[in-house]
């Protein structure tokens, strides 16, 4: 009868087993790599947000406080539209990131006390904006 001795030789190599572990740590890897997320950008967040509010936000009337311009640390200005309306007898008081916005509006008639739609969440109602790419809250 034929030995089986050289068959479980082969089979048990160390060499092919490590082979074998590096080429399945080298795909899992490479899988890793193809499916990670790459980290948000602030500005891609709050787009994400503008649109998330633009399909199910509901309208109410508010009133521009203030427009404020404010120093950011790569030495480019960050311009925050400050803004007041009430829901469900509630008030509330937010301000909004438009400088990726500016196109869309004139600053300098956004004064106090302009009349203005505010477009919010029905669930978190401190969750809101004036401005986004589809929709235009500020009155003229």
Known sequence: MPSNDGFFLQVMNP??????????????????LLLRRKPKRPEDLERERREWLDRIGRITDGTVIDVQELARDDQK???LLIFHYDVA???YEASQDVTYLRQLINLHSC?????????????????????????????Q
Do not use: H, K
């Open 15 to 32: 060499f092919r087993l490590y082979a074998l572990a590096v080429g399945g740590c080298g795909v899992l890897f490479a899988v890793y």
């Open 77 to 79: 200005q960050s311009v």
């Open 89 to 91: 007898g509630v008030s």
């Open 111 to 139: 004064r106090l006390g302009l009349p203005t739609s505010v477009r919010y969440d029905p669930q978190n109602p401190g969750n809101s904006i004036v401005v986004s790419e589809r929709w235009m809250g500020l009155r």
